[in-house]
């Protein structure tokens, strides 16, 4: 094949992708959308996020630490009586220092939590700020939204001028 026809159908391809992602491109305006639910499960390590999306089945999921805050326990050690899945969440708080969200889970003797990395940024910012130190952290969630056209769920945090929020990768489906 001659460079010339690779280059051609290089830039063919190219086009006609262009044209395919800008004909899908209105779409993106409907998202984020708000979660209804939000449960953690200490069997398969995973958070899932129930979206306000069509028919009411589609959900977000991420990979979670989910450990018991017990001082006498590793934090990375499975307990006989494991989390028996999925269970709701009772707290969601997010740390500007640590990068990581925590969700209380409903689970036991209420210690148990699920944990997960997150980018946290101010929105005005075209670059992610990390939070100035001496505020108080981690911080409550004001408000969850997941978007399946870029794979991430985004929280809104109390904290500062209100527009602190923190983010992470999720896997977007339809059950």
């Known amino acids: 094949m001659s460079a010339r026809r690779m280059l051609t159908g290089t830039f063919l391809g190219l086009g ?3 044209m395919v992602s800008t004909a899908v491109a209105p779409a ?3 998202a984020p959308v708000p979660v209804t ?3 953690c499960d200490g069997d398969t390590y995973k958070c899932t996020a129930g979206l306000r999306f069509g028919d009411g089945r589609w959900f977000a999921d991420w990979n979670a630490n989910v ?3 017990s001082a006498a326990r590793s934090a990375s050690a499975r307990s006989a009586e494991s989390v028996r899945a999925p269970v709701p969440v ?3 708080n997010c740390d500007g220092d640590t990068y990581k969200c925590t969700a209380g889970l409903r689970f036991g ?3 148990w939590v699920a944990q997960w990395d997150a980018r946290v940024f101010h929105q005005a910012g075209a ?3 990390k939070a100035p130190r001496g505020e108080a ?6 408000a969850l939204n997941c978007d399946g056209d870029t794979g991430l769920c985004t929280a809104n945090l109390q904290f500062g001028d209100g527009r602190w929020a923190a983010q992470w990768g999720a896997r977007i489906f339809h059950q």
């Open 16 to 18: 006609a992708l262009l």
């Open 28 to 30: 993106a305006s409907a």
């Open 37 to 39: 639910t939000l449960n």
């Open 67 to 69: 450990f018991h805050q």
């Open 90 to 92: 009772t707290t969601l």
């Open 109 to 111: 003797d209420g210690r």
């Open 127 to 129: 670059q992610a700020m």
């Open 137 to 142: 952290a981690p911080v409550p969630v004001t």
